[in-house]
């Protein structure tokens, strides 16, 4: 069964991926030329049937620069990850495995039908015998099997477009979505990172929540967890400037604060992954897609900034190569500080403003596909796999706070939060 399962997800997935294919015959061997943008919305419309792992791999895909196209990129940003939720019978069953045939007795209330629907699992809302609310995460069935077939095909999307494309060599790449996915499938390491966040927060900040853990209701495959009400920060655009202001600080500090003081990244900040409570705080969600970091890699992207702020280019190039770009030259230089300085740009400015202005997408997209171009004329380069998530965050978080609108001196917040911790 587990065989069929697996051919039947190689096969879905593996006719989606055809398309890339042909749509790289035809442009790059045939000559032909394809409309990008609409290809790649008819691409993540395929990819949007898929659900569960392979979809979360494309969202990966598309803040890694250079990574895809632009325009592909941009499409798979808006993927949802929303898998079809779970019959009541096989719920019944997938809980019985995983705290047995009473498993009913350790609730007062469980609600078979799900709350929340997700890509790797689905939330049930219950109540403990104590009478405390509870969220219950349940992992899909065979999630292992499904994680391991949409991988197989993970390096068919980049070997195509490498095929065609040298600026970025994307093994690690792949190897880093990899070795994540298969931790998100632990859920007692999603326990641990909880537990590690509260902490964090709890020393530091009173405005941020994390939900408590019931190891005695969790397994490997069950995260059961006290349930938090809230609203989605997106719910906050029409409020005043001095709210969204607010909450944009917030969310920034929230993010950046346990990277930068104990090398440690909710790698997945999804709009869902967040809520607003009533009194202003905000609850972090899934702690699934952790990523650590080791502190002189941390230094390498503070010194990076205060290279672009103190005008120190020599110090730029020491933070690539302890980074472990190779084949250093200044034209190579030229062409990562042109994309360095845009992700930064937010950061150098001392002032109030929002984390980017009103053409900053256009604008990004511009300076993408100038670097693309000058890192394929070049030979290409071998990004950090750390790169992926922290990437991935800097794009999420920031998309949240340019639709709230929110309007900060990131800079200061910036230099508050590496205060003390890095060499400058």
Known sequence: MEHLKTLKRLFDVGSTLTGIGMRVGAQEYLGLDIDEAAYAQKLRQSFGGLKGPFMKMAQFLATVPDALPPEFAAEFMTLQSNAPSMGEGFVRRRMTGELGKNWRDSFQDFSLKASHAASLGQIHKAVSIQGENLAVKLQYPDMETTVSADLKQLDMVLNIYQSFNKSIDTHDIAEEIRDRLYEELDYTLEAKNLEQFRNIFNNQFDFVVVPKIYPELSTKRLLTMEWIEGKPALEYISCPSDVRNELGRKLFLAW??????????????????????????????????????EKQFLQAVVDLYIAFRDNKPDLAVDAYK??????????LIDVLNQWAKLLYEPLLENKVRPIQDINGGKKGWTVARDVHKKLHELGGIKPPREFVFMDRAAVGIGSVLMRIGAEQNWHRLFEEIIDGIYMQ
């Open 256 to 293: 950046y604060w346990p990277l930068y003081r104990f090398n440690i990244l909710h790698g997945d900040p999804h709009p869902g992954n967040y809520l607003i409570l009533d009194d202003g705080r905000i609850c972090l969600l899934d702690f699934g897609c952790v990523r650590r970091f």
């Open 322 to 331: 302890r980074w472990g770009f190779s084949n250093i030259s200044n034209e």
